[in-house]
């Protein structure tokens, strides 16, 4: 009786479990790496530690080195997200293979048991 349970549980409930468990995972890693964040803020100042304020009476040499800090506080920032985004979305990428590898298996895994003991059985080893 309680093989007869697993399976109609594995090919009914189990089904929508592991779907919810594979949406779970693309979520949490969404939230890990704060891809919403990181698109908002691409082009961004990245940690300015000197956010002097220029003034108009400020010298033009001053106005410079504020532009140069800016600028590449905004590169170090766009660079050091689009990194976060790229290893964000690798790792979406390899979850969703798997995930859809263990999909298209799934209805194969409580057989599988039964297929080693056969393989035992007739003498082959890997």
């Known amino acids: 009786m309680a093989i007869a349970e697993m399976f109609l549980w594995w ?3 189990g089904w929508g479990v592991f779907v919810g468990k594979i949406k779970d995972f693309f979520i949490s890693i969404a939230d890990f790496f704060s891809m919403d ?3 908002r803020t691409l082009f961004k100042p990245y940690r300015q530690i000197s956010a002097e304020t220029a003034n ?3 010298s033009l040499d001053l ?3 504020m532009f140069l800090d800016r600028l590449i506080s905004r590169i170090v920032g766009f660079f050091s997200r689009l ?3 790229l290893v964000g979305v690798i790792l979406m990428i390899c979850g969703g293979i798997c995930g859809l590898v ?3 298996i799934w209805p194969v895994i409580p057989f599988l048991p039964i297929v080693g003991i056969v393989l035992t059985v007739m003498g082959v080893v890997i």
Do not use: D, G, M
Request: proline content about 0%.
């Open 11 to 13: 090919y009914s409930q």
């Open 37 to 39: 964040s990181l698109v």
């Open 56 to 58: 108009v009476n400020s």
């Open 63 to 65: 106005k410079f080195h």
């Open 83 to 85: 990194i976060l985004l």
């Open 102 to 104: 263990l999909i298209i």
